[in-house]
Nanobody, 121 residues
Framework: VQLQASGGGLVQAGGSLRLSCVASGRTFSRYDMGWIRQAPGKEREFVAAISRMGSITNFADSVKGRFTISRDNVKNTVDLQMNSLKPEDTAVYYC???????????????WGQGTQVTVSS
């Protein structure tokens, strides 16, 4: 499966952004989907994941209550709604596909190209 993320940009602290990831192919619904981010000089960090049918979600503690994840298996998309953004949310955000709602970035099988999110203070 090929993944294409979009929606990043520059936003002030407290603002919102919605990231979207579109997948090619007919197998999208076979995969659990995740969003992972990487800030400059830091390790990749799990952000959120959603199960194949969208019934189960998982969030990093750092984003709980601020971010939501959703998917549309007809449109082959997975979205990350980010509210109350903080400067520490600044990173490149990647969507990824895997077989499990994992919080371990290395367990994801397919990755998109990333979209930059910058939150100014």
């Amino acid at each position: 499966v090929q993944l294409q993320a979009s929606g990043g940009g520059l936003v002030q602290a407290g603002g919102s952004l919605r990231l979207s990831c579109v997948a090619s192919g007919r197998t999208f619904s076979r995969y659990d989907m995740g969003w992972i981010r990487q800030a400059p000089g830091k390790e990749r960090e799990f952000v959120a994941a959603i199960s194949r049918m969208g019934s189960i979600t998982n969030f990093a503690d750092s984003v709980k209550g601020r971010f939501t994840i959703s998917r549309d298996n007809v449109k082959n998309t997975v979205d990350l709604q980010m509210n109350s953004l903080k400067p520490e949310d600044t990173a490149v955000y990647y969507c990824a596909a895997g077989l499990g709602i994992s919080s371990v970035p290395d367990e994801y099988l397919y990755w998109g190209q990333g979209t930059q999110v910058t939150v100014s203070s």
